[in-house]
């Protein structure tokens, strides 16, 4: 099973700055690699798809990056509807989730 | 608009059954692979089965694989998940999750658009 780890788990940011947020896998699932951004109460929502295309309606300002095993989220100029839980989830042969990055307000 | 709404949740003791459904509208349900995801309180996601359009591939978490039966109806447009021998650690919040390929594999998933979730609380 291909095991996937975020991080940080916890990043404190402040509306303006920009994040960085990572996805490791434990072994490579090429670009087959997926965002998702939850808030609380609510339900997952489709970032990022294939490591780095945006899905439809999401703005400009969030980005995916890597292939292999190594992945980044950037999301550019915060907004204050950014502070949420993201995951990444691979889907090479199977499927899993990263056990999830939190985006809090500093 | 696509909608997806679960069903058939609730309070459960240890070592019974419970189904859940989720019924689809808005797009063409059997085009596409569905799944079940879901998420222990406080916790993150974790998927737990998926079905091909037509029935053919279903594949299961090795949590669950033994005590879960994903089915679908697509002349009534629904998914449905028959949990056997419930566990504690069961306990969640339970989604149907659609994947955004047409006729992809259930192996190869993303999911485009999740239902509300319904509770599923497995305890004496």
């Known amino acids: 099973e291909i095991v996937l780890t975020q991080s940080p788990a916890t990043l404190s940011l402040s509306p303006g700055a920009s994040a960085t947020l990572s996805c490791r896998a434990s072994?490579?699932?090429?670009?087959?690699l997926t965002w998702y951004q939850q808030k609380p109460g609510q339900t997952p929502r489709l970032l990022i798809y294939d490591a780095s295309n945006r899905a439809t309606g999401i703005p400009a300002r969030f980005s995916g990056s890597g292939s292999g095993t190594d992945f980044t989220l950037t999301i550019s100029s915060l907004e204050p509807e950014d502070f949420a839980m993201y995951y990444c989830?691979?889907?090479?042969?199977?499927?899993?989730f990263g056990q999830g990055t939190r985006l809090e307000i500093k | 608009e696509v909608q997806l709404v679960e069903s058939g949740g609730g309070l459960v003791e240890p070592g019974r059954s419970l189904r859940l459904s989720c019924a689809a509208s808005?797009?063409?349900?059997?085009?596409?692979?569905m799944h079940w995801v879901r998420q222990a309180p406080g916790k993150g996601l974790e998927w737990v089965s998926g079905i091909s359009w037509n029935s053919d591939t279903i594949a299961y978490a090795d949590s669950v694989k033994g005590r879960f039966t994903i089915s679908r109806d697509n002349a009534k447009n629904s998914l449905y998940l028959q949990m056997n021998s419930l566990r504690p650690e069961d306990t969640a919040l339970y989604y149907c999750?659609?994947?955004?390929?047409?006729?992809?594999?259930?192996?190869?998933?993303?999911?485009?658009?999740w239902g509300q979730g319904i509770l599923v609380t497995v305890s004496s």
């Open positions: 999750a659609k994947d955004i390929w047409v006729h992809g594999s259930v192996f190869w998933s993303l999911f485009d658009y």
């Open positions: 808005g797009f063409i349900s059997d085009d596409y692979a």
């Open positions: 072994q490579s699932v090429s670009s087959y």
């Open positions: 989830q691979h889907r090479r042969g199977s499927i899993t």
